[in-house]
């Protein structure tokens, strides 16, 4: 490409025969004279050539600063258990002098040659500007490719080694890492948390080995084991698409959240299509049947009334011009308990009319779910609440219907009804208990000790009792509580007909909680397996139930019975589930050593 001193050395050579030609020397003198400098010349433009060709390790020749001048040195991000999810890779950026190009048309069909891709009109134009010293052709080459580009011997091509961003677990947690600018700079997700958080100017004046990695708190195993679920599910049921999250009760740290379709941060282009955001915390929804969770906790944590309480549900009842009926009505009435492990849609209006307006609204305020969030990987959007909040208003909301939220803002507050009535914070980033931790302050008490043991009891009944909705998220050995919802999908002029979102709100063990698991399902189909049913209780808790059957040993949690009562939901066979378990522990197993890197 370049020979700086080519020129030096025919000039003198060419100056030497000049002076020969003076002296009365022979013929053939004078020839073999000028023939030894022309060879000398060619010599020492081949030797430089070699020099070029073999300087460095990698055989390319950085002849302008070596320095990462426009590029960000960036730490690590890797799992809670240290395995890497990102880190600094070298990388060679082509570029051109337009004043050094010496053929337009060979430097164009070459490069096309290489990158097939090459928009060679555009290239043209940027070749023939001679006004211009500096055009980027290519970013981010492999050591290899540049090689390749560097073989063709092009003048006025040169490289630029910068750092470039690489995730050695692909796609895996895509939204929660973000992705980076061709810059190297954080654009989204915890990518950009890093540039916010560290710094800019911290992070391009350090080396990568002085700055200490970014410990997340997902658990690159577990967030496997849960999209590898979600992809089941999505082909059992076809659905358009699904989410889940597992979040740890007490700290707020989450070990997995999943959105499928998912995003590779390697190759973020389609982050911008709707159908690819993250569903956990880049948007709002309408829940459904599981907000009962917090209507009837709101009832029972103001004393108005107890498990026991039986309310009249036997008719359908007006409010407004709306009429509210169960789907599956008894045509009795029904206690506060009955009330939740039927779902019924007339129980949780009375409720919440019991409450009132008024004091609905204080008590989701109470547990944050009014107001906007942010976390690690940035903000979550405020839920969207009624504009006038009047009888109908609190009826709708009571059964999850006419307020919207990000799933991760809900999931929070029913960690918190959970886990002894304390506030959780959801984090992304692993928490280090200590004074500059915010979790290790006193955790405020949103509820009473005994509503939150009530909702265990409820919960865990609407899984392992013979009428609750939740009877397909059961795991054996694992005590499974939760609540099913399916909420209808708003349309042009009112709901979609038959288009839903399918979920499950549940923790385990119950008895002591640690984990929030939520599991959404978008728009699913009623199959064979379901029965030609869309219903949370036939698609998404089923769903629940695997994800807690992969994840719990992942966790370190064992069943109480032995494995070979553990049948994995949804298998088929005698006798076939444990060996569909064990066979998925292994290739989890598997998956996690993939990853082992520190």
Known sequence: MQTPNANDEAAAAIAFDTAMTGRRASGPLRTLIATLAMGLAFVAVGAQLVRLAIRGQGGMSVSINETVAQSFARPDIVDRNGRLLATDVEAYSLFADPQRVIDRDEVIEKLGAVFTDIDRTALRRDLSDRNRR??????????????????????????????????????????????????????????????????????????????????????????HAVEAELADAIERYKAKGAAALVMDVNTGELLASASLPTVDPARPGTSLDTAFADKISSGTFELGSV????????????????????????????????????????GRPLSVAEIFLRSSNVGSAKLALQAGPKRQQEFLQHMSLLEGMKTEAGPVPPPQVPKRWGEVETVTVSYGHGIAMAPLQFAGAVATLINGGRKVVPTLVKRNPGADD??????????????????????????????????????????????????????????????????????????????????????????????????????????MARVVSRIGPLLGILPKQSASADRVPGSSGQGNGSLALRSRLAFDAATVAKYETR
């Open 134 to 223: 500096f055009v980027w052709l290519r970013r981010g080459l492999s050591p290899r490719v540049a090689q390749q580009v560097h073989n063709l011997g092009l003048p006025g091509l040169d490289f630029r080694r910068e750092l470039r961003r690489a995730y050695p677990a692909g796609n895996i947690a895509g939204h929660t890492i973000g992705y980076v600018n061709i810059d190297n700079k954080g654009v989204a997700g915890i990518e950009r948390y890093v540039d916010e958080v560290v710094g800019v100017d911290a992070v391009h004046t350090a080396t990568i080995a002085d700055r200490p990695p970014v410990r997340l708190s997902i658990d690159v195993g577990v967030q």
């Open 291 to 330: 907000f009962k969770t917090l209507t009837v906790a709101m009832a029972l944590d103001q004393q108005l009334v107890t498990p026991d309480t039986v309310i009249d549900v036997g008719r359908e009842m007006k409010t407004g011009r709306f009429t509210i009926k169960d789907v599956h009505s008894t």
């Open 438 to 543: 915010a979790q290790a302050a006193p955790q405020q008490q949103l509820i009473s000790p005994a509503t939150s043991a009530a909702m265990r009891t409820l919960m865990r009944g609407n899984v392992s009792g013979p009428v609750g909705t939740g009877k397909r998220a059961n795991v054996p050995g694992y005590d499974v509580g939760g609540k099913t919802g399916t909420a209808e999908l708003p349309g042009p002029g009112g709901y979609r007909e038959k288009a839903v979102i399918s979920s499950f709100i549940g923790a385990f063990p119950m008895e002591a909680p640690q984990y929030v698991v939520f599991v959404l399902l978008f728009e699913p189909k009623g199959t064979a397996e379901t029965g030609n049913e869309i219903l949370a209780s036939r698609n998404a808790a089923p769903t």
